[in-house]
């Protein structure tokens, strides 16, 4: 597997899941979208069939990390390091991309995002703050707590990977996609991804509550880029202040969650 290879089914997986997430939560928060107010359920398996469609493209050319925290526990676990960097950087520059394909599905809609004043009196729409279709946000600021959720929900991400991929956990091969010519269990077969994708939808019903579950450094981080720089009406802040929390707190779990594995098993 070249670096070339590596880059480029990052990239490429990691803006699939971008499109996907990003695109549902579009779906749900904006005005004149058919899955408007459709709900947090909707949310996280739109979240969840991301992560399926980006890892299992990616996984013949990468492995299909597809986030910084499964590539940084993949590296402890197997103490291979010298091809993070790639995983990194691919992830990063998709989630980039992804953001942008997610904003022009949604153009118009992001268009109309302005105040309209309704057609009985004294009624008015307010536009909606934008930040939280590309990135996460607490419902409680709390930086403590919101960086324990973050490594919390982290581990509950990376443990069950490193048990489902089980002896075949890589960083450079196929990681946790399809091995081409196995035939025989539930790594072979690649339906460990399937089984993950299932898992991060669990994980967003069950613990996504109090911060929007990042889990995931590059996916919070490359669309918060990208949220900076459209050309949004009304999108409201960025919020930089808070965009260490959703890198740190998913990098910490992702590692934590490899030491405990090796530690355990």
């Known amino acids: 597997m070249t670096n070339g290879d590596i880059f480029v089914g990052e990239m490429i997986g990691t803006a699939i899941l971008i499109l996907f997430g990003a695109g549902v939560c579009a779906a749900v928060t904006l005005r004149f979208s058919k899955a408007r107010a459709a709900g947090w359920v909707v949310i996280a398996f739109g979240w969840g069939f991301g992560v ?42 998709g989630a980039m991309l992804g953001a942008v394909l997610a904003y022009l599905i949604y153009f118009a809609q992001f268009q109309a995002n302005v105040r309209k004043t309704g057609t009985t009196e004294g009624t008015v729409d307010e536009p ?23 490594i919390l929900a982290t581990i509950a991400l990376v443990l ?3 048990a489902l991929v ?9 990681g946790i996609g399809p091995i081409p010519g196995e035939a025989a269990g539930i790594y072979g077969s690649g339906i460990s991804i ?46 930089w202040g808070y965009a260490w929390v959703p890198v740190i707190g998913p ?6 969650g490899a030491l405990i594995y090796n530690a355990a098993f």
Not at 58 to 80: F, K, M, Q
Not at 128 to 150: H, K, Q
């Open 52 to 93: 399926l469609a980006g890892a299992y493209t990616a996984a013949p050319l990468s492995g299909g990390h597809i986030n910084p925290a499964v590539t940084l526990g993949l590296a402890v676990d197997t103490g291979v390091w010298d091809k993070v960097w790639i995983y990194l950087l691919g992830q990063i520059v």
């Open 166 to 174: 089980g002896d075949d956990r890589v960083v450079q091969g196929v």
């Open 128 to 150: 909606v703050p934008t930040l939280g279709i590309f990135s996460t946000i607490p419902e409680i600021r709390n930086p403590v707590a919101n960086l324990m959720t973050e």
């Open 194 to 239: 399937l089984l993950v994708s299932l898992l991060v939808v669990g994980i967003g019903l069950s613990l996504g509550g109090p911060t929007g579950y990042a889990i995931n450094p590059a996916r919070d981080l490359g669309p918060r880029i990208v949220h900076q720089f459209l050309p949004i009406p009304n999108k409201g802040t960025t919020d």
């Open 160 to 162: 069950p990977i490193l």
């Open 251 to 256: 990098a910490v779990g992702g590692i934590l």
